[in-house]
């Protein structure tokens, strides 16, 4: 595995793991819709509610990631310096300031100096 598909592993996992779990809770909303006996009344129970609104959060979590590797790859964000991936949100460690790489997974800290200037 490079560390190229690793940052789109990394970044387009949690999308689908919510599809999935989306795709199953519809799934199970309209299969307790249809057997219900007032199903000519309201197909959609609140199973299939939550399963369709965790289908739009996936389609949005891809429509961000998607952003994110279009704005790598025109150059407007931090890339890492040992494999070119993308780099992750800044975070607080011991260190100051710390981003993690999205392909290598190397952590790339800054001093409390910027941070302080910030």
């Known amino acids: 595995m490079t560390y190229l598909s690793r940052m ?9 793991c ?12 309209r299969s307790l819709g249809a057997d219900a006996a007032d199903a000519a ?5 609140l199973t299939s509610v939550a399963g369709y609104a965790l289908l739009l959060l996936a389609a949005a979590l891809v429509g961000l990631a ?10 407007a964000v931090a890339s890492c ?14 260190h100051g300031i710390s981003r993690r790489c999205t392909g290598c997974g190397k952590i ?5 100096l910027i941070r302080a200037m910030r």
């Open 8 to 16: 789109f592993f990394r970044l387009y996992a949690p999308a689908t």
């Open 41 to 45: 009344e309201s197909t959609l129970t």
């Open 18 to 29: 919510v599809a999935a779990s989306g795709a199953a809770l519809a799934s199970v909303g």
């Open 66 to 75: 998607s952003l994110r590797l279009l704005r790598w790859k025109s150059g």
């Open 81 to 94: 310096f040992v494999c070119g991936c993308l780099l992750q949100a800044e975070r607080e460690s011991r």
């Open 108 to 112: 790339h800290a800054r001093s409390g």
